[in-house]
């Protein structure tokens, strides 16, 4: 079988850095997983209900990403298999594949979808637009860490971005100081895209329902993210130092219970929607709420921020140009179930 598609190649150091278009070709192996999943009656149909994919082990989700590359060739066609692997956090538990994007070098790992409870609980006290109200998603892409400056200036050097925008320098420290207008310039050239703020709650969450990903309790956060420096003054946060008084090295913290590290924390994280009101209707499979905004919606606190700026279900509205010091990205790849 032929493989079709356009590619821009740019020479980088020590690599060949694919920017733009994707083969059509189904990788190696794919279509054989693909029938010895249907073979051992694991449907791929699991991949859209993560209670049952919570269930599964490693052989089993090795199969389903074999599966998954049959059914999106496209959207896996710059994507390297990596390992099963389990993930543990917040008393939730899963075995998830993992993935290498060969033109950035971030590791992403493949998300079952379902349903869930998107906002913030009435016990939780939470801002008056974070109206609980259940939402159902298809599976996803995400990164596991915060986009890296070294994955960044892989990008932005070939479409004219400033290759080195962050106030603190470092290859594996987050990327910041990024408008949403440039990162989604370096989206598209990647062929990713920022989450949809359902999507960036249902990855956080992972399952869970707590205030964080990790429990209710702020000093939790202590193994799990870079929180509320040593400048800050809040009680739970004494006899506390983490070593790090600003932006730290992407996964220096443990991870939740999909694999992802500095959900909470370390630096906000543009989201695809603009920030709207939970009554709007969202579009199908993702989650986007489409609609006027002045201002644009980003997700989990950063190193600066207070339990309450770190929770879950925390929204905050910036202006689409605004570009700070503690303000970066971690980018995701849809998998259209119904062909959208």
């Avoid at 699991?46 to 599966?67: C, N």
């Avoid at 801002?127 to 892409?141: I, S, V």
């Avoid at 309790?217 to 193994?223: D, E, F, M, V, Y």
């Amino acid at each position: 079988m032929s493989c079709i598609g356009l590619f821009v190649v740019v020479r980088g150091i020590g690599a060949l850095i694919l920017l733009a278009g994707a083969s059509v070709c189904p990788p190696i192996g794919a279509a054989q997983g693909a029938q010895k999943a249907a073979k051992s009656g694991l449907g791929i149909e699991v991949l859209r209900d993560r209670e049952a994919y919570s269930k599964l082990g490693p052989k089993q989700v090795e199969r389903l990403a074999q599966a998954a590359m049959s059914r999106w060739p496209g959207e896996f066609a710059d994507m390297s298999f990596l390992e099963a692997q389990r993930f543990n956090g917040g008393g939730k538990s899963h075995c998830l594949s993992t993935w290498r994007h060969e033109p950035t070098g971030l590791e992403f790992v493949l998300v079952p979808g379902g349903s869930f409870m998107m906002g913030s609980a009435e016990a939780e006290l939470g801002d008056a637009d974070e109206a609980h109200h259940a939402l159902t998603l298809d599976p996803f892409l995400v990164a596991r860490t915060e986009c890296t400056q070294r994955a960044w200036t892989r990008v932005a050097e070939a479409i004219e971005l400033d290759a080195s925008p962050s106030c603190q320098r470092g290859d594996d420290l987050p990327v910041e100081q990024v408008s949403s207008k440039d990162v989604d310039a370096w989206c598209e050239a990647a062929g990713l895209a920022l989450p949809t703020e359902a999507q960036w709650e249902y990855a956080c969450r992972a399952g869970t329902t707590t205030r964080f990903a990790i429990g209710d309790n702020p000093r939790q956060l202590r193994r799990f993210a870079n929180v509320a420096d040593k400048s800050t003054d809040f009680e739970w946060r004494k006899n506390w130092d983490d070593g790090f008084p600003n932006t730290a090295p992407v996964a220096s913290f443990l991870s939740t219970a999909f694999g992802l590290h500095d959900v909470h924390g370390n630096v906000w994280e543009w989201c695809r929607d603009p920030y709207l009101s939970y009554d709007l209707p969202v579009s199908s499979g993702t989650g986007e709420r489409v609609g006027s905004s002045p201002q644009r919606v980003a997700r989990g606190g950063c190193y600066r921020s207070g339990d309450t700026d770190v929770r879950c279900a925390f929204r905050y509205g910036l202006a689409p140009d605004y570009a700070f010091c503690y303000l970066g990205f971690r980018p995701v790849r849809d998998l259209p179930w119904d062909g959208r």
